[in-house]
Structures are given as structure tokens and as C-alpha cells.
């Protein structure tokens, strides 16, 4: 019966559309528990007082829209509080939010993602490398966003794919300041009279990374704030499921242009490098049960130490007993030892790892119809 339910809720989840409304009304509409990610961008609250002006006295391009204006913080606050219930109540169990926000309005946002009980995992800063400069010169040029990265709760498995990241940053683990350019160039999306399309357009770039990191193909991320769909865009060619909530007629208008142009990466390029610590575990004991290896058979190290193997799939080394692991370690008098890369066989005349028969064990379960 919940496999059933599941599929129900799956199949009236309106996928891969941008919805028109309300965005707390919206997602209080969609079934409870059946979205893996929200990215959210909420109205800034930017209370600007006038307009704002270069030293040539041209006019700046500043946020002034009606759905960037609230009365009061109180105001703002209720808001916020309103569509982070609504978004928390269509998050998965395991599933997890990103907020973006200015020093305007990010310190209220976090301070409510954990009156609600949502766990914050990271704040992340992303460093614009080409800020729009301080025409006053009475603050520092504002040359970074804050994002907030927080699982449904404290208890979530979330998605985290930590070794797709560090192969983005060159083999480095990935670091919370995140250098990247605004959204300018041919990225920037126009309106028919050649403005700009959308005044707060995110970068393809900061989607990416974040979708990368935080989902898998094939899971469901939604935002109640599309704008002109950035989300939608990058989730449709990575591969993932996306769900866009916009009021505003002539946003929708050009997300929706904009991401039937969208091609869906293939197959093979959507996969990511891997944790070890997630693929499937297998006992060393396995590979005795299957005969790759046989009791009484010989391991060596790479400086010589040498264990035979048992029929229960531990290892004897003179009066050392036990794991691959335990045995490794006391031969060579270190607090811990990882067997899978320490121990190796012979077939051939040639020394291999005994890891490369736990990898083949994987791959047959990886080939295996689900």
C-alpha cells in the first residue's frame, strides 16, 4: 500500500512545469514529502531609499520591483516564516533546502530556517568576481551573496556528493567560498524593449554546482521564486526533475521560452565520481564463500608481511588472528590498516590487490536489473 501512495503522489506531482500563483499557496497544494531539494531566492527586501546613481549620472538598474517591497521587517518576517513551513512541509525526509540571500535579509532567513527545525549543513558564500562597484563610497562595495545549505532536520540522510565536488575543484576538497561570475554577457536574458529580463538573475554556474553536489539525476527540485528559470534550465540538462512557482506573467513567459531550448545531457555524462563510503559493502568473507580466493591461500603487503587466509574470511599471521583490517594493522604496529588496498594475491605470476575482486563483486550488483 505505501509503495502505491508513493507512486500516486510521484504521478500528480506536476513535473518538469511552472506553476502561477502564490508560491506558500502553490506548494501547500502539492502532496507533503515528496520533493528532494528546494533552491530558494526569495525578495531580498532590499529597502532602498531613492534612486541610485554613477559618477556619470546615469541611472543604475536597481531592484525596485513591487515583489521586493515589504511595510516592515515584521512583514517580511511573516513571509518568510509562511514559505519556509510550506517548503519544509513537501521536503522528503531526506531531503534538503538552499537559501540565498544579502546581508539584507540572510540573517533572518537563517534565524527561521531553525525556528522551524531545518539543520543548517553549511553557509556559503559565494564571491562575485565581478561586483557591480559602490557608487557612493560610503560602504564596502558588496562583492558577495550568502547561501544556506540545511537538511529538513537534523536526522536527514541527505545527498551529498563529495567527491563530484572535489573533482570539480581539481582534486581539492571544495571549499564554502565559492568564486563565480554574475549573471552577464549572453547568459543575461532581455525582454522584448532589450532590458534585462529578470534584476536578480542567477548564474547557470552557482545552479550547477549546486545541483551537482546536493541531488541525483532523476530527483525532484523545486523553487518558489523561478524568475526567468534558472533552476528549471540547469536541472533539465543535468538531468533532474525540476517544479517552478512564479506569479509574475512575463517571468514565466521567458523561463518557459528559455527552457524549451534546453537539451538534457546524455546518459553517461550525467554520472558523477562517487564516495566509496556509498557503494555497496562487501565482506571480505564473500570473496572466500565464492572461491576467488581460497582458505589456506597466501596474501602478502607490499613490504612482504604475509597472511593466509581462513575459511571464515578472516586472516592468520603467526599469533595474529582476525579481520583483514586487525591483521594489517598489528603486522605493521599502526592503529588502523585498510586491508581492501594492504593485502594482495598472486594469479598469473603476477601480485594484485585483493580490492579489484571487491570492485568486480560491484560492478556485477551495479549490472543487475533494480
Known sequence: ????????????????????????????????NSVDLVFADPPYNLQLRGDLHRPDNSKVDAVDDAWDQFDSFKAYDKFTRAWLKAARRILKPNGAIWVIG??????????????????????????KSNPMPNFRGKRLTNAHETLIWASKEEASKYTFNYEALKSLNEGVQMRSDWVLPICNGHERLKNAAGEKAHPTQKPESLLHRVLVATTNPGDVVLDPFFG??????????????????????????????????????????????????????????????????????????????????RADGTLVASETKGSIHQVGAALEGAPSCNGWTYWHFKRDGKTVPIDLLRQQIRAEMADRPH
Not at 506536476?14 to 507533503?32: F, H, K, Q, W
Not at 544579502?102 to 564571491?127: C, K, M, P, T
Not at 571480505?284 to 602478502?300: A, I, K, N
Request: charged fraction near 30%.
Open 102 to 127: 544579502s546581508y539584507h535579509n540572510v540573517f533572518r532567513l537563517g534565524a527561521e530556517l531553525q525556528n522551524q527545525g531545518y539543520w543548517i549543513l553549511n553557509d556559503v558564500v559565494w564571491r
Open 228 to 309: 526567468t528559470g534558472t533552476t528549471g534550465a540547469v536541472a533539465k540538462k543535468l538531468g533532474r526533475e525540476f517544479i517552478g512557482i512564479e506569479r509574475e506573467d512575463a517571468y514565466r513567459e521567458v523561463a518557459a521560452k528559455r527552457i524549451s531550448k534546453v537539451r538534457k545531457f546524455d546518459k553517461e555524462s550525467l554520472e558523477v565520481s562517487t564516495s566509496k563510503r556509498a557503494e555497496p559493502r562487501v565482506p571480505f568473507g564473500q570473496l572466500v564463500e565464492r572461491g576467488m580466493l581460497r582458505p589456506g591461500e597466501e596474501l602478502t603487503s607490499p613490504r612482504g608481511k604475509v597472511a593466509k587466509v
Open 1 to 32: 500500500m505505501k509503495t502505491m501512495t508513493k507512486r500516486k503522489e510521484a504521478r500528480a506531482l506536476p513535473l518538469n512545469e511552472i506553476l502561477a500563483g502564490d508560491c506558500v499557496e502553490v506548494m501547500n497544494s502539492l502532496p507533503e
